[in-house]
């Protein structure tokens, strides 16, 4: 069924410890109802806990809208886990593996901070809103909050900017950066004049980039000040709840955040400062998903949870060489995604593959370390890091355009060879091995 | 018809080519398979099966000789005979011609075929004596022919001799014994191969030829045609690595302008009735572009904070009262603070949490914690709670603690070992215990209390004590029993009551008797002879010590001061002392003081960063002489304490960052026990905020201070 599908799993927790198939605490597969995911752990829950109860119970006595519940705890340990669910009244998924985890939590796009909520439209499974919580504390009317389009939302809106007359987002035909900040804020003073230079950077290449700079300052007296330090536009600091909103539908909790839309609003990225300090001058801008990362420490979060083709290559300047071998098949890979998928972001990819180009850094020797590779390059891996297990390319092939493609064309079809990673303690003694020999 | 499907690989170039000869295999000869090339200048090697070797590449010469057949395909290498004189071999099988293969007129042949598919058995098997080369970490001999038949285009060098396949297979039979996970390898590369373990394992085992690996490396520097020999397969050159354990890796960027404030804020209203102290220390981060603001270094068990629990490590403190610190320096906005503190009334706290930027999952959290994959912030904040950062003791320092630590730094006998090296247990004799109870690394929490607007000095409560003996000492068959020593101890003078009660109550405040004191002055003497030792080497003193502080140094949860340091008592009831604040400076020298374990670095850090005027001292003086909360004993702490040290070493990142970007990358594995003969460190030279910041190498700042 649709919820064995997204959850990976067609059975349910009730209690903590009891498991019920989910057919018999949930409405049927062809159901129309809103399933609400609720992200808990062991702490710091009980409060929303109580809200949630509340909140359901109303629902509940409504009976106009179906709205149910399943709670995904991110606890690992049995018994954090089971305290996590046990008083709660509705069924839990089972404890599973971290990277399960991730991946659900990247499928509802949940990044804040436990507890959370996010509302799912059924059958379909397409996310409705991951600010679920928010919304409930803050505006629980017209559940299940199906958050309006910005256009909607900015309409008529006058974004000030520093320069003749303010502009209206309906004008913005390019690019657009929203830009969560506030003064009182340490971090975002640090990063708010890298974002402007990467900014004009971008706009010196031609790229149609406007940044709109969402407050969260506490007093108009500093977003006024703090809005000087920025060449961009701003939502007008009384508009506060529009500026709630907009963190709210793009599921902001922390500041300094950045989030790229292209020109149909879509989501390019939300990690938009993380692109910036990776590539100050702009060079992958719109810093779509796909494309090809280098690996830092910053990138690498992103070999959690998805598996990546990885080239390994000795020094910085191999790249245009590891790009010309990888690119082709990476390519390859994303058009035929396109081809069987509809636009819909929410219907992401599972286990989408991620392609990667590490030149020789401790980066990329933790990854090596971690996945057992000998110090070779050029070398092209596939690592599954919450499979734990990678594949190399045939030793002795060389890595190529070709090559790769067919390594990639491999690993889709299941052909590859794994190799289990071994646990840590088999890689340290290894590496403590190698450590001997040289010294002798 | 019957054909032989001849595969033939021409020098380096990447694609075999295939012919069919329209010749039953076993009737197909040399002479034929030249007919259809006719290439001249080649020599002709075949895969072959060497009844000693196993599978080898043989030359063959007569053009009446059979060709080597598998399954129905002749595998060849065609090596441009010119070569031979570069780099002629003993075994003369193996060349290496740089002008030869260039002068080769690439274009000659087209590629007529690509033989990959899962059958062809005899390409897999030169791909899986590559696989055996690559797997063998110190096979350096091996290399020299991936490297050499990288050259592009022409003639092709030849390094696949019966020599080379010997040394592979070897390879091959050792992998098994690699712990690496390459086992797996093994069986993929020889996918298709369907007896390349057999034969390796009849080898026996012998040594490379280091020689070869010199020829690698000239070889490799004059490659010209880099963008094609990129795509084979090389050793990368050794990079010098900073081993450390790598699952613990400290982020080497991580900095307070890197990490994440929450775009919650909390508003925390304190009604400060109950009890009359807020019980946090402040930690203040500065950068180049100003002061970035102050942040709750730790919270303390008791206070007005820990008591309504949201306030947490880490988070940034906006506001106090109505007094915003937006638009303050860090001084000014401590100042505020102490003010505001210090004056009765409820107080309310403007917070925002700080989270640090990056999980770093799977990388970098050893696999047996549990992974919290949610966000960071979640993750900092959640392992806060759990384990519980409070201060091991709040920061008023008795003479008592303090000459006692001095005292465990400073001479090697008992008082050096842990107390759970010194086997305590109910035959012990009881001023050995209290001795022990008393260290500053005890674990007993003892500081000033106050008690009906009394403050008693280096109190504990009897709670504790109870637990501490329970805990520490073998023999007692239940709490009520070491309740009983405890009281036994309160009768014999050991700890005396407030007002000298002498039954013995869980809830009562008590202080160490005169007899403990008396020792503990004479202690004092002996350390002042010999606390003052000598500067540590330079090098470490800049290096190794603040790689085990860097990373979780900032707002540790045992960011306590530390009570054995031997400042000043820090009134923690606060009464008009000037302020404590601007003690910014530390000396990386002095957070190796802790050495054996990161979070005692972080405590006696901070210890030293303190230097509480009480004494009527100015902050800025040097400190008192006899200080350096040094105490290898520390390490061994009770499990109360270390589990907070592990709880701040992760929470810590976020005010640490500063430092951690500094020095954050020499590990926090790299600290324990390097740090030991650094004990004595002049405190004139710890105390110096001009090397502390050039021993940072990075201009920011911390200070601590306690309200």
């Known amino acids: ?42 702490q710091q829950c009980e409060d929303f806990n109580l809200a949630l109860k509340e909140f359901f119970a109303a629902r509940k006595e409504e009976k106009s809208s179906r709205f149910e519940v399943v709670v995904l705890s991110l606890e690992e340990d049995e018994q954090p886990f089971v305290d996590s669910v046990r008083d709660l009244p509705w069924p839990a998924l089972p404890r599973t593996a971290s990277h399960n985890k991730m991946r659900l939590l990247r499928r509802f796009r949940i990044k804040g901070t436990a507890p959370a909520l996010a509302l799912l439209e059924m059958p379909s499974g397409r996310l409705i809103t991951s600010a679920g919580r928010d919304r409930l504390l803050q505006q629980p009317e017209n559940f299940p909050w199906q958050s309006r389009s910005l256009k909607e939302a900015l309409k008529d809106v006058e974004l000030s900017s520093g320069e003749d007359k303010p502009r209206r987002y309906q004008d913005l035909k390019g690019y657009k950066g929203l830009y969560f900040s506030a003064n009182w804020c340490p971090p975002c003073k640090a990063f708010t004049p890298q974002l402007v230079e990467t900014y004009h950077k971008v706009r010196e290449k031609g790229h149609q980039f406007d940044v709109i700079f969402v407050s969260s300052d506490r007093s108009d007296s500093s977003f006024e000040l703090y809005k000087c330090s920025m060449p961009w536009m701003a939502v007008p600091f009384e508009l506060s709840d529009l500026r709630k909103e907009l963190a709210s539908t793009f599921d902001v909790h922390g500041i300094p955040s950045l989030v790229v839309l292209d020109p149909d609003d879509r989501v390019v990225t939300d990690e938009g400062r993380q692109e910036v300090c990776d590539d100050p001058l702009g060079k992958d801008f719109p810093w779509p998903d796909r494309r090809i990362y280098t690996l830092t420490e910053r990138t690498l979060v992103r070999m959690h949870d998805r598996p990546a083709v990885i080239f390994f290559v000795e020094s910085e300047e191999e790249l245009p060489f590891a790009e010309s071998a990888l690119l082709p098949a990476a390519q390859k890979y994303w058009h035929s995604l396109r081809g069987n998928k509809s636009d819909s972001p929410d219907e992401e990819v599972e286990n989408e593959l991620q392609f990667f180009i590490g030149c020789d850094s401790d980066t990329t020797d933790t990854v090596r370390e971690f996945a057992g590779l000998e110090d070779w390059v050029p070398l092209l891996v596939v690592l599954e890091v919450f499979n734990q297990r990678a594949a190399t390319l045939s030793e002795g092939l060389e890595v190529t355009a070709d090559s790769t493609a067919h390594f990639v064309s491999q690993y889709l079809s299941g052909e590859l060879q794994w190799t289990e990673l071994t646990s840590q303690q088999d890689n340290l003694l290894v590496i403590e091995q190698s450590a001997e020999g040289a010294s002798k | ?126 791909h899986m004596t590559h696989a055996a080369t690559r797997t063998m970490e110190d096979s350096t001999c091996t290399e020299t022919e991936s490297i050499i038949s990288s050259r592009p285009g022409g003639a092709r060098p030849v390094r696949h001799h019966v020599e080379k396949y010997d040394k592979y297979i070897r390879y091959n039979g050792l992998q098994g014994a690699r712990p690496n996970g390459q086992t797996g390898r093994q069986q993929r590369s020889g996918h298709g191969y369907e007896s390349s373990s057999m034969i390796s394992s009849e080898l026996e085992t012998t040594s490379c030829l280091d020689s070869e690996d010199d020829a690698t490396s000239h070889i490799t520097t004059t490659t010209e045609h880099s963008s094609v020999s990129r795509a084979h397969l090389r050793r990368r050159q050794r990079r010098r690595r900073h081993r450390m354990p790598p699952m613990s890796r400290t982020s080497s960027f991580s900095s307070i302008t890197d990490s994440t404030m929450s775009l919650n804020i909390i508003t925390v209203s304190l009604s400060m009735d109950a009890v009359n102290f807020l019980g946090i220390s402040i930690v203040g981060q500065s950068n180049k572009g100003g002061d970035g603001g102050i942040y709750v270094g730790s919270i303390m068990k008791g206070g007005a904070v820990a008591l309504d629990g949201r306030i947490e490590p880490g988070d940034m403190i906006l506001q106090v009262n109505d007094i915003n610190f937006e638009n303050m320096s860090n001084d000014e906005a401590v100042r505020v603070l102490r003010e505001v503190v210090q004056k009765p009334g409820p107080i309310k706290l403007v917070v925002a949490k700080c989270w640090e930027p990056n999980p770093k999952g799977y990388f970098t959290i050893p696999r047996t914690e549990p992974v919290r994959p949610i966000d960071p912030g979640a993750w900092v904040a959640h392992t806060a709670a759990i384990r519980g950062d409070f201060p091991l003791r709040p920061p008023s320092v008795s003479t008592l603690t303090s000459t006692s630590s001095s005292i465990t730094s400073s001479m090697p006998d008992c008082e050096q070992r ?135 140094m900032p707002y540790a949860g045992t960011f306590l001061p530390h009570p054995a340091s031997g400042y000043a008592p820090m009134p923690f009831n606060y009464t008009n002392e000037p302020s404590v604040y601007g003690f910014e400076e530390e000396h990386p020298a002095k957070s190796t003081s802790g050495g054996s374990s990161g979070s005692d670095g972080a405590a006696s850090l901070v210890g030293s960063a303190i230097r509480a005027p009480a004494s009527g001292m100015p902050p800025n003086l040097p400190p008192l002489p006899s200080s350096s909360p040094h105490q290898q004993g520390a390490a061994s702490e009770s499990g109360s304490r270390r589990s907070r040290s592990s709880g701040s070493e992760q929470s810590g990142s976020t005010a640490a960052a500063g430092a951690a970007s500094g020095a954050g990358s020499a590990g926090s594995g790299g600290c324990s026990g390097s740090g030991r003969q650094l004990q004595h460190v002049p405190e004139e030279v710890s105390g110096s905020r001009q090397s502390f910041r050039m021993a940072m190498g990075n201009p920011c700042e911390f200070f601590v201070d306690v309200m």
């Open chain 2, 418 to 552: 842990t107390i759970e090296e010194m086997h305590l247990t109910v035959r012990t004799e009881m001023p050995v215990i209290v001795r022990a109870m008393a260290r500053p690394d005890s674990g007993l929490e003892v500081r000033d209390r106050l008690w009906l607007k009394i403050t008693i000095p280096n109190a504990f409560i009897g709670a504790d004590v109870v637990d501490w003996l329970n805990t520490h000492i073998d023999g007692f068959s239940d709490r009520r029993d070491a309740r009983k020593y405890a009281s036994q101890m309160l009768k014999a003078g050991y700890i005396r009551h407030t007002v000298n009660k002498i039954t013995f109550s869980e809830q009562c405040y008590y202080v160490f008797g005169d007899l403990c004191s008396s020792m503990s002055t004479l202690k004092l003497h002996e350390d002042e002879s010999v606390s003052v030792g000598p500067l540590p080497p330079p090098s470490a003193t800049s290096t190794v010590p603040w790689g085990g502080v860097g990373g979780h």
């Open chain 2, 1 to 126: 018809m019957e054909e032989t499907k001849i595969i033939y690989h021409i020098d380096d170039e990447e694609t075999p080519y295939l012919v069919k000869l329209p010749i039953p295999p076993e009737r197909v000869t040399l002479a034929d398979f030249k007919n259809i090339l006719n290439r001249p200048n080649f020599k002709f090697f075949f895969k072959s099966m060497d009844d000693d070797f196993g599978v080898v590449k043989e030359e063959i010469v007569d053009d009446d000789s059979h060709l080597p057949c598998f399954n129905g395909r002749v595998v060849s290498w065609l090596v441009s005979a010119e070569g031979s004189s570069v780099s002629d071999r003993s075994d003369g099988a193996s060349q290496c011609t740089d002008s030869a293969a260039n002068s080769e007129p690439k274009q000659e042949r087209q590629p007529i075929g690509i033989v990959v598919d899962t059958q062809t058995s005899n390409f897999r098997m030169a």
């Open chain 1, 1 to 42: 069924m649709a919820l064995k599908r997204l959850f990976g799993t067609a059975e349910l927790l009730l209690g903590g410890e009891k498991s019920v198939p989910a057919g018999d605490v949930l409405p049927p597969e062809a159901a129309e109802f809103v399933l609400g995911v609720y992200v808990v752990c062991a």
